[in-house]
């Protein structure tokens, strides 16, 4: 079964850096991500676990507008640590916050971001955890801003297939070996009258496949 927030506050604690060897398979997934999310445009991003700040950084160097602000959470008072020394050059406008276990309610005014973007976050949750965080979301989203997602999923080819369902059963059995995370369908969640699916597709890298999910704020 997935950990709860104080379960992953621990796993990644002390995973700390070594998040990012994960990008072999992640970046192509969240590089489409980027591609459809329309980041130039946007004034105002949440991330939700922002992990060491990669991302982050990435956005505020070369996607996002210079006055755009960008506020991200992470229940890991270490990978906060990361980021906030990763982020230091965008000090200004990018701000990193721990998130204090349960972990479901937000930081942030209502409306206050049009962007809210959560890469392999939601593949960690309970859903009872990640149906409150969507309405977190809903609140924290101007109408009209997009949910920007990527999480491992169910496999589309036969060796992504094969990844899949051993993980699946890792998860299942050990989920402290791999941080709770487990295969999902992201669109299997987004089902709240308040989100249009705007884009969706199943990037497999190096056999493990991602989903990225694009949704719109009615």
Known sequence: MPLDAAGSRRFYDRFGGLQD?????????????LECGGFDRSRSTFELGCGTGRLAANLLTSTLPSSATYLGVDVSPVMVELATTNLAPWSGRAKVQVLEPPAVELPGADGAFDRFLA??????????????????????????????????????????????????????????????????????????????????????????????????RR
């Open 119 to 216: 890469t392999y976050v939601f593949d960690l949750l309970t859903s009872h955890d990640a149906t409150a965080l969507l309405a977190e979301a809903v609140r924290l989203l101007a109408p009209g801003g997009l949910l920007t997602l990527v999480s491992l999923t169910h496999g589309t080819t036969p060796a992504s297939r094969i990844i899949a369902s051993g993980w699946s059963a890792i998860a299942t059995r050990w989920p402290a070996l791999v941080g709770g995370c487990k295969p999902i369908e992201l669109r299997d969640l987004i089902k709240q009258p308040e989100w249009h699916i705007e884009h969706c597709e199943v990037v497999v890298s190096w056999g493990v496949p991602s989903e990225a999910v694009i949704a719109r």
């Open 21 to 33: 060897t994960q990008r072999f398979y992640e970046d192509p997934a969240v590089r489409r991500l």
